[in-house]
């Protein structure tokens, strides 16, 4: 067999690949960067071996977080298979499933409100009623496309992401708020977020835009970005229902695994039920 060295038309093709197995942008775009710093560790002749792949599992264990270095390393496995090349693969790093969240990372309902009442001081609508939908139906970032002025008549928004289609629902009040920002707004049909040039909010946009309310808002900005909203959608939703399995069908989850993720308690929580056992005479 030929050898294997990483070039930028292979790159390209390997991309195309992912595509026609529709994967998403997103992933598409992480893993041609991912593949981009295998080759920049690789060095001028990006020659691939089994040691070298080995080596750099290595120099990433000691660089990036374990969850970071399996992404990492998922990214590269997807081109040795597409490649031709499977023995080339590593196996990704054992991970111990934490039990509980870190509070320091979560957004919590209260820290939410005072984002939304600061975007609406600041007479940032578009951003208020952002927020408020995400956080409301539990959508990704990526999916705020879908809520078109179309959907808005229905209460029904019709969600395709990685293959997969489901149907979300917009509560009577947001539904409302959003009918009348469309019709303040001169947005008659499309995507009900959009750009004063009339284009979908990017994520990036929605990203910068939440973490210019941090100090107003006063939420530490580690905790805010888009994402956060989401699992805060689910902590509430599984605080009330206990149902693993309807949440994971809300957030369009095919494994149920990545669904407890979102639903760990802090381990102060934890802490106070085992207080609340009185087992300590």
């Known amino acids: ?42 060095g001028t002749d990006a020659e ?33 298979s597409f490649a031709g090349y499977p023995q080339f693969r590593v196996k990704p790093l054992r991970l111990q499933r934490r039990m509980f969240s870190e509070p320091e990372k979560e957004l919590t309902r209260e820290e939410y409100i005072r984002l939304l009442q600061t975007a609406r ?23 705020v496309r879908f809520i078109t002025v179309e959907s808005l008549r229905t209460g029904r928004v019709d969600v395709c992401c990685k293959g997969k289609r489901r149907t979300v629902f917009l509560v009577r009040k947001l539904r409302k708020e959003l009918v009348s920002y469309v019709k303040r707004n001169g947005i008659k049909t499309g995507c009900v977020f959009v750009t004063r040039f009339g284009r979908a909010v990017s994520r990036h946009h929605i990203w910068a835009d939440m973490k210019a309310l941090c100090r107003f808002a006063r939420v530490d900005p580690a905790k805010v970005f888009p994402h956060n909203l989401r699992h805060l959608f689910a902590r509430t939703f599984y605080a009330m229902e206990k149902d693993l399995g309807r949440l994971a ?33």
């Open 1 to 42: 067999m030929d050898e294997l060295i990483l070039e930028q038309a292979q790159l390209e093709k390997f991309c195309q690949w992912l595509a026609e197995a529709e994967r998403s942008a997103l992933t598409i775009e992480k893993y041609l960067r991912d593949l981009k710093t295998f080759k920049a560790f690789l």
């Open 121 to 143: 001081n600041q007479k940032n609508e578009r951003l208020y009623l952002l927020m408020e939908t995400i956080c409301a139906t539990g959508i990704r970032v990526s999916e």
């Open 48 to 80: 691939v071996t089994r040691q070298r792949v080995i080596d750099y599992k290595q120099f990433l264990t000691v660089r990036y977080a374990p969850a970071s270095v399996n992404s990492m390393l998922a990214a590269m496995n997807a081109f040795f």
């Open 249 to 281: 069908d809300l957030l369009g989850h095919s494994n149920i695994n990545t669904t407890r993720i979102y639903t760990r308690e802090c381990g102060r929580e934890h802490e106070r039920l085992m207080a609340r056992m009185c087992l300590v005479i």
